[in-house]
């Protein structure tokens, strides 16, 4: 049976007592390889009738899930939201900017993208500088915020696929298989064929310190 996580999540959204709740998360912010992927997802709480949040019964942090079950939450969100957007920043940019920095600049961009009047924003761990909105930072926002949980299953799923194709054009360290994670698997790909073009050269990684980079 599946858990009503989802449930509960709404409760608390609903009881912040605004009409517009916008959750923002991210996915791949530890990864070795690969775009950090933001995303925001925008529900009207008035609108949202007991068919809407029944359907979004599962619904929680995506890495409570499995990949078959953000895939089957996936299409209920894009049908369930008011609004959604998707920001990605690629290795480059992380390595050029930094992660931190790079991660609070993609969920705020992603934030002001479905943000209207009267919404309240809701993050995942870290505040994101002022863009004219009232904004929450939760700690475990994923796990406590439907709206939070819902971008992070959109961010999730949306950076998996693109790990999946990047498979295909960079064959070798199965990014399929860890989706750029610091997996023994990957971090023996990288010591026998070096780095890919995905690789986030500024992380401090012992799988970088064999290779002359």
């Not at 299953?153 to 990014?175: E, N, Q, S, Y």
Request: with cysteine.
């Amino acid at each position: 049976m599946k858990r009503r996580t989802g449930r509960r999540l709404f409760q608390f959204d609903r009881a912040l007592g605004v009409r517009w709740v916008a959750g923002a998360d991210e996915a791949g912010r530890g990864c070795l390889a690969g775009p950090l992927v933001a995303a925001a997802v925008l529900f009207d709480l008035e609108a949202m009738g007991v068919r809407e949040v029944r359907a979004l019964t599962a619904l929680n942090d995506s890495k409570q899930h499995d990949a078959e079950a953000r895939e089957e939450l996936y299409p209920v969100v894009l049908r369930t939201a008011v609004k959604i957007n998707v920001v990605s920043r690629c290795p480059r940019g992380i390595d050029s900017r930094g992660l931190h920095r790079t991660n609070l600049a993609a969920l705020r961009e992603a934030l002001i993208g479905v943000a209207r009047p009267g919404t309240l924003c809701l993050t995942d761990g870290f505040p994101v500088a002022d863009f004219g909105y009232p904004q929450r930072a939760l700690v475990d926002g994923d796990a406590t915020s439907a709206a939070i949980a819902a971008a992070s299953i959109i961010a999730k799923v949306t950076r998996d696929r693109f790990m999946h194709r990047a498979d295909a054009l960079h064959p070798g360290w199965d990014f399929a298989g860890h989706v750029g994670y610091s997996t023994p698997e990957h971090r023996d790909a990288i010591h026998r064929l070096g780095v890919s073009p995905l690789h986030r050269l500024s992380f401090q990684s012992v799988a970088y310190q064999q290779l002359a980079l």
